[in-house]
């Protein structure tokens, strides 16, 4: 008789949590997947997926103003909220039931309810005990929200996903990924937005010059970004509306405010304590390049080990613990180049090391090559917006060390040059490749001129 109920036991059926026990399982191993809510986590429930159909809800706006330059009459579209959110819901109501499949099919179980630690080899769901070799703890993570007067008032993505209508106007807090996405959202789709961030840039940690250029084509679209400021209450008023009040006395009144400061990890009442996994002071799960914690039978990945949370890693992570655990191939993430975007409008897609931690990286030895340009279909639109590229190359070797877009299509076009970087592409590798005309992506490989700062020239 076995020793144990389960080989594994995977706590939370979100990206990490589902791509591992798919992998262990088919290599044989027992696995159980314990979800207290829907099957698909974040990414595919309130996260990546509805919000990325919700980008394409909103950028029809520009297809519709861009249509007039190319000969089109267009009537005044209208755009119906319900009509899109109900649209939403079914396509994730089919993902859900293909996850519910995938698991199946690889022979998971499926044990609905909540799992709580008991000890390093048992997890209790509903009153019941069950026992597993090795226990992965995958329960993501949820927004987290300062704690300022009136921030009951407030919604999160999760609630953003799912109004019952359009905001006339809103008020977003913060300057991240979530922030920027949402304030292209609800501008796209006709609400007046404003942005507060209490730095000066958006989007820290992104290279300087995407930052800035960022804010200006959001600026652009509509985007009132209110720049190091701070919200010190939010009050409910009279109109069934809020008014915002920040540290540099404005009173900004908005039907809704909705709060992207961050996200933290879901680690509470899982029992992590009482089994004796150590976690660090935000509650993430400390793990080390196996993703094993320091309970040798109990491992994490994804979001709750807040490493590098974005859904690919998490999915990488969870597989390289399956490979390791159940198909004797040890296998650790690389967390070297790892493209992300940002689905703002216009979007972002960037890999490698930026302008500035590439100096930091090699020194004062670091050429940058970038172009900023009206691209061919704002010719005929008339739309006022620029494309930015940009290339940060290790001057002494000729590794392309960065690479960074801000444009139409830049996700897309960025996730190829990935595997250039990943690759270690050299600025004359991308000088000799030939472009594709016309297109944006060809300034990748046709920008010859060392991009100077005005500022550097002054100084020689
Ligand atoms: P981020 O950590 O990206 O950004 C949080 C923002 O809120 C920052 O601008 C931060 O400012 C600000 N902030 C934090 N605390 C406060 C505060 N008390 N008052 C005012 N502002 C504050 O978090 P998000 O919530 O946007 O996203 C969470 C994570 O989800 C991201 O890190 C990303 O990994 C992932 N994600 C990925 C996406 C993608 O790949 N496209 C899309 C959405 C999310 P400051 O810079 O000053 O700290």
Known sequence: MARYDFDMITIGAGSGGVASSRRAGSYGARVAIVEESRIGGTCVLRGCVPKKLLVYGAQFADAFADAAGFGWTVAPPRFDWPTLIAAKDKELDRLEQIYVNMLKNSGVEIIEGRGVLVDPHTVEIAGRRYTAENILVATGGHPTVPNIPGIEHVISSNEAL???????????????????????????????????????ELLYGFDDDIRVALAQEMRGRGVEIHTRTQVTRIEKDAREGYTVFTGTGQEISADLVMYATGRGPNTKGLGLDAVGVKTDDKGAVLVDEWSRSSVPSIYAVGDVTDRLNLTPVAITEGRALAETLYNNNPMRMDRNDVPTAVFSQPPIGTVGLTEEQALRVCGDGVDVYCARFKPMKNTLSGRDE????????????DRVLGCHMLGADAPEIVQGLAIAIKSGATKRMFDQTIGIHPSAAEEFVTMREKFVRPQKLAAE
């Open 386 to 397: 620029r494309t930015f590229v940009k290339l940060v190359v290790d001057g002494k070797s």
């Open 162 to 200: 799912d109004l019952p209508e359009l905001p006339r106007r809103i008020v977003i807090v913060g300057g991240g990924y979530i922030a920027v996405e949402f304030a292209g959202i609800f501008r796209g789709l006709g609400s007046e937005v404003v942005e507060i961030i209490r730095r000066e």
